[in-house]
């Protein structure tokens, strides 16, 4: 990955690499179907967490604690093809092994029979419809029907297929008289296709995507991965605070509150600037979304255009575009305004100010937008609110600790009054129509102010202040190996000149190794025990006399097969996190030149050292014939 993960993404990266194998070996030794999903607020990085977790499926990661699985293939399923692109995109900036090729987004010209080992598909349900090219077979160059490659992958036994639901609680709305796409694709159709073998949903909230797998016959829930909404805001992944403004007074103040909106975005601009002059950072270009009513008039549009104009007189031309349903330029006031694919706008720095709808209340991620004028009235309070949702990622992706103004979002919203602006509270807090669904994390704030210095007070004193020393305190939930680790990776980063220590890797495992010596010598009598326990297998055989004796248990032991002992082993190495205990595994085998027991309470091996062949040589697996009489291979 090209990103460090937060721990708590992480933490449920490995959650649903866990799911991930357990599914995988259910299906492969008792074709039992299984679903589970992994939940987290908007802003959290659920694309992050699922490129990492895909990243480790198809390449390895000593890391995770996984190998590759080249018959590992995800089908990511979506009903948005803009959201498809999007996703591709982020995986693409944020892995380091996924390459294009590997990455398809399905669409008329594929011709495959199966979906192939090691790849991503991206799947937008409309190709599916009734009448789409992708869902008919036998014409021109297709002769299979998506549905048959679904088949085909599933029964061909070469290829394990993993569907990912991302936004799960859209695809899987109950259905009246007919099934919805993604629901036949996961429950499958008689004579089609055969129920997919996993489900992974994706989703801010689970409630519906449960509900629907509660409902499918002949699958396994497993428990869902959930991430703390208080471990996401204390990474500083999304703002601290939502600030809401509205007229406190009856009568119309959009052009008041527009001018206002437009200020805001100034003071975010001066800010930024002033951010990155002084933290030597990367600019920051904030973004100003006016969204309108659907059917918002020429004149009307014109009217807002030439108030932001005259607010803001330093934009250029390209800095105003639309993502209206109408793909084309439109022409408002003086001004040509484009339109622009919503998932571009980010990494579109010439755009500052943006038209919208309702096209970008989901499915649409730009920390830049951090100003919302919004006439939408109040029966659109979810809608305003999904939108304020996709805002409140930090730009940086940390918190600002000189500026907390760079920590807020600030809403203008001109049709609401004071009682309906509960609405948009109650759905940012996880408590409006559309339930958990809407929560953010960030405190929703009514009319927020920015408190400035106070210019009575010598500016000695802050001199004084900002001279005095200070560290950032340790996150209380960080994982310590995983600290140790990144210690490590920065002391020997020579980007930017020498390393600092060069051997720092080397010099934390054998510290670790000291450690764990030290302690399986406290603990030897355990360590033993251990492995013991591991070298051997305790069974049970039952038996029923006739005799009047009834029934009766006898226990006796025999030697671990290799087979089990490499799993435990692996096991084992992989349950020290942060990729430790295969560092430790790899020292101590350049070490001895072979491998032994370790503190870890087992035998740290990819293959059977010495000691155990020699342990099976003298003790093969053996079974009683019967009690008391000698015991046959």
């Known amino acids: 990955m090209k990103y460090q993960l937060f721990d708590y993404q992480r933490d449920a990266a490995l959650g649903c690499l866990k799911q991930l194998r357990r599914g995988r070996r259910d299906w492969q030794e008792d074709r039992s179907r299984s679903s589970f999903a992994l939940s987290a607020i908007t802003g959290a990085g659920k694309t992050v967490i699922a490129t990492a977790v895909i990243e480790a499926m198809l390449h390895g990661s000593s890391d995770l604690g996984v190998e590759a ?12 093809p803009a959201l498809n692109r999007q996703t591709r995109n982020k995986m693409l900036a944020a892995s380091d092994l996924l390459q294009p ?56 036994g070469t290829t394990d297929l993993y569907v990912v639901l991302d936004e799960a609680h859209r695809g899987v709305k109950p259905a009246t008289d007919r099934k919805t796409i993604v629901q036949r694709i996961i429950a499958g159709a008689p004579g089609s296709h055969p129920a997919v073998p996993l489900v ?12 629907a797998m509660d409902g499918v016959a002949d699958r396994t829930n497993y428990p869902h991965i959930e991430v703390d909404v208080d471990r996401v805001r204390a990474s500083g992944l999304i703002k601290d605070e939502i600030g809401l403004d509205e007229p406190d007074e009856k009568g119309a103040f959009g052009s008041t509150l527009l001018r206002e909106a437009v200020r805001s975005a100034l003071d975010y601009d001066r800010r930024w600037r002033d951010y990155a002059t002084e933290q030597n950072s990367p600019e920051v270009l904030p973004v100003l979304v006016v969204q309108v009513a659907d059917k918002a ?12 104009d005259s607010e803001w007189p330093a934009l250029g031309p390209g800095a105003v575009a639309h993502v209206f349903g109408e793909h084309e330029r439109l022409h408002i006031g003086g001004r040509a305004v484009d339109w622009v694919a919503p998932e571009s ?12 709808k309702t096209a970008i209340s989901t499915g649409w991620d730009c920390p830049r937008a951090e100003v919302l004028y919004s006439e939408r009235p109040a029966a659109d309070a979810t809608h305003i609110a999904q939108i304020i949702g996709r805002m409140v990622r930090s730009p940086l992706a940390h918190r600002i600790a000189t500026d907390d103004a760079l920590n807020t979002v600030a809403c203008y919203l001109p049709k609401f009054n004071r009682d ?3 609405a948009i509270k ?7 129509k559309s339930g958990a669904e809407g929560r953010v994390g960030a405190t929703v704030v009514r009319a927020p102010k920015v408190f400035e210095r106070n210019l009575q007070v010598p500016a000695d004193v802050f001199d004084l202040i900002e001279a005095l020393p200070s560290l950032p305190a340790p996150d209380a939930l960080a994982n310590p190996l995983r600290r140790a680790k990144e210690l490590t990776r920065l002391l020997t980063d020579n980007i930017t000149g020498t390393a600092l220590l060069p051997a720092a890797g080397q010099r934390l495992t054998k510290a670790l190794n000291a450690k764990l010596d030290g302690l399986a010598a406290q603990h030897a009598e355990a360590v033993a025990a251990n492995v013991q326990n591991i070298e051997h297998a305790d069974l049970a055989r039952g038996r029923y006399s006739f005799d009047g004796s009834g029934f009766r248990y006898e226990t006796y032991q025999v030697a671990t097969h290799a087979t089990d002992l490499e799993r435990e082993v692996r096991k084992i190495i992989r349950s020290v996190r942060e990729g430790v205990g295969m560092d430790i595994h790899g020292a101590r085998r350049d070490r001895r030149g072979r491998t032994r027991s370790n503190a870890l309470g087992a035998t740290s091996s990819g293959r059977l050292c010495r000691r155990h062949q020699e342990h099976h040589r003298r003790n093969p697996r053996r079974l009683p014939a019967s009690p008391g009489a000698d015991r046959s291979a």
């Open 426 to 432: 109650d759905e940012l807090e996880g408590n409006g």
């Open 200 to 211: 992974w949903g994706i989703s801010a909230t689970i409630a519906r995507f449960t509900r």
């Open 420 to 422: 309906a602006l509960h």
């Open 101 to 156: 090729s590997r990455l398809a987004i399905l669409d008329n010209d594929f011709l495959d029979s199966t979906l192939s080992g090691g790849r991503v598909y991206f799947l937008n349900i409309q190709k599916l419809s009734k009448n789409a090219g992708l869902a008919q077979g036998g014409r021109n160059l297709r002769q299979y029907s998506f549905w048959e490659v679904i088949a085909n992958t599933i029964n061909g």
């Open 69 to 80: 699985d080249p018959r590992a293939t995800f089908m990511w399923v979506t009903d948005d």
């Open 297 to 308: 008039s020429d004149a009307h549009l014109t009217e807002l255009v030439n108030v932001i």
């Open 345 to 356: 706008i980010e990494n579109d720095h010439t755009i500052r100010v943006v038209l919208a």
